[in-house]
Structures are given as structure tokens and as C-alpha cells.
T-cell receptor, first 115, second 113 residues
Framework: GAGVSQTPSNKVTEKGKYVELRCDPI?????LYWYRQSLGQGPEFLIY????????DSGLPNDRFFAVRPEGSVSTLKIQRTERGDSAVYLC?????????????FGPGTRLTVL | AQSVTQPDIHITVSEGASLELRCNYS??????LFWYVQSPGQGLQLLLK??????LVQGIKGFEAEFKRSQSSFNLRKPSVHWSDAAEYFC???????????FGKGTTLSVSS
């Protein structure tokens, strides 16, 4: 079946602009995660949704970052007033709770470049 | 604090030689342990996972890993490396609740002919 998809694959923007990154999870997966991967680093957790609600947003670095999942499927990560330090690959993952074993399946990521 | 350490930033192995990638973790509860591989331009692909039971787990592409609680380690091994194994490898730790994974910084594997 189809895996996790993310759009766009690449996004170049200017400092101060607003961006939206989209994630389509695997069909039926109720848990959804956003991670950020900076160059030379492992992925770092941003936010976790269970259904429509954010179960854990402790990884969001500041209030410029926001994510929604209004219908419990597609999620959008929104970044306001982008800064050069926001440049990274943003990864989305989904999971089917209760599935044995509980495993997160990752999308290909969106590479964000802030000029 | 919870953390994952991958001591080797970059490893080069000859094709056909054996491979071991190290992973140490610090986690207060019973860890769920994962190894993921990331090829250039690709997403993270799960190689194998350990939750409980037999401490030697088999994964895809001929990889295996051994959980050693006394050493807080979960090292990845492969008996014979192929050129297509060149990629970045990440060790990660999670929990039963399925909350955030904590990743190591990764090990880049190069394969020489």
C-alpha cells in the first residue's frame, strides 16, 4: 500500500516568510509525528498527534511553529516568520496504535531552505 | 536524561567484510529499540526493532542486532556488506506508549570495493 507522503519535497523561502508543509499518513494510521533533521544530526521530535489532537507538542522550538490535523488524517506543519536556522529536512511519520509492534513509518521528508 | 549515542560518525568497510555499528542508550524505562537506514534523498526505512523476548533480532537486508541490557547497547551487525548498504544508519529508542522516538546522530557507512 501507499506509504507516508510529504509535499513539497523541497521548499525554498526567504527569511521572514510563512511556509506550510503537508503530510499524508498511511491510510488508517491514527498517530502522526513531525520531526526535524538538521544537517549531520538525527531526527528531533517536534509534535505528536493522536487523532485530531496534539498529544505532545513539547518538541516545538517556539511559537513560530504550529501544526494541525483537523480531520485526523492529513497534517500541516506551519512555520511563521521563518529564520535561516529553520533550514532542515522536516520528516513526518505515522503509526497504527496497537499494531504489534508499534512502529513509526516515515515519509521522504520536505527539505526547507530559508535564504 | 534519555539519550542515544552512536559513537562512530563515519565507518568505511570493504565490500564483503563484516559490519558492526554501535549504539548505546540511556533510558529510564524498558526501552523499545530501533535501527533505521536512510539513503540519500530517501526517508527513514526500518531495519529492525526490539521490544522484548529474544535479545538477538533479525531484520531486513540481512541485518541483525543484539540487545544487551547490562551494557545498555543495541549494536547492529551484518556478516557481509554489499555496496548498496552504503547509507546513514540511525539508532532510536522509544516506549510502549508510542510517543516520540529519540534518535542518535547517525553513523555514515561507506563501502569500498
Amino acid at each position: 500500500g501507499a506509504g507516508v507522503s510529504q509535499t513539497p519535497s523541497n521548499k525554498v523561502t526567504e527569511k521572514g516568510k510563512y511556509v506550510e508543509l503537508r503530510c499524508d499518513p498511511i491510510s488508517g494510521h491514527t498517530a502522526l509525528y513531525w520531526y526535524r533533521q538538521s544537517l549531520g544530526q538525527g531526527p528531533e521530535f517536534l509534535i505528536y498527534f493522536q487523532g485530531t489532537g496534539a498529544a505532545d507538542d513539547s518538541g516545538l522550538p517556539n511559537d513560530r511553529f504550529f501544526a494541525v490535523r483537523p480531520e485526523g488524517s492529513v497534517s500541516t506543519l506551519k512555520i511563521q516568520r521563518t529564520e535561516r536556522g529553520d533550514s532542515a529536512v522536516y520528516l513526518c511519520a505515522s503509526r497504527l496504535p496497537g499494531q504489534d509492534p508499534d512502529t513509526q513509518y516515515f515519509g521522504p521528508g520536505t527539505r526547507l531552505t530559508v535564504l | 536524561a534519555q539519550s542515544v549515542t552512536q559513537p562512530d560518525i563515519h565507518i568505511t568497510v570493504s565490500e564483503g567484510a563484516s559490519l558492526e555499528l554501535r549504539c548505546n542508550y540511556s533510558y529510564g524505562a524498558t526501552p523499545y529499540l530501533f535501527w533505521y537506514v536512510q539513503s540519500p534523498g530517501q526517508g527513514l526505512q526500518l531495519l529492525l526493532k526490539y521490544f522484548s523476548g529474544d535479545t538477538l533480532v533479525q531484520g531486513i537486508k540481512g541485518f541483525e542486532a543484539e540487545f544487551k541490557r547490562s551494557q545498555s547497547s543495541f549494536n547492529l551487525r551484518k556478516p557481509s556488506v554489499h555496496w548498496s548498504d552504503a547509507a546513514e544508519y540511525f539508532c532510536a529508542v522509544g516506549n510502549q506508549a508510542g510517543t516520540a522516538l529519540i534518535f542518535g546522530k547517525g553513523t555514515t557507512l561507506s563501502v569500498s570495493s
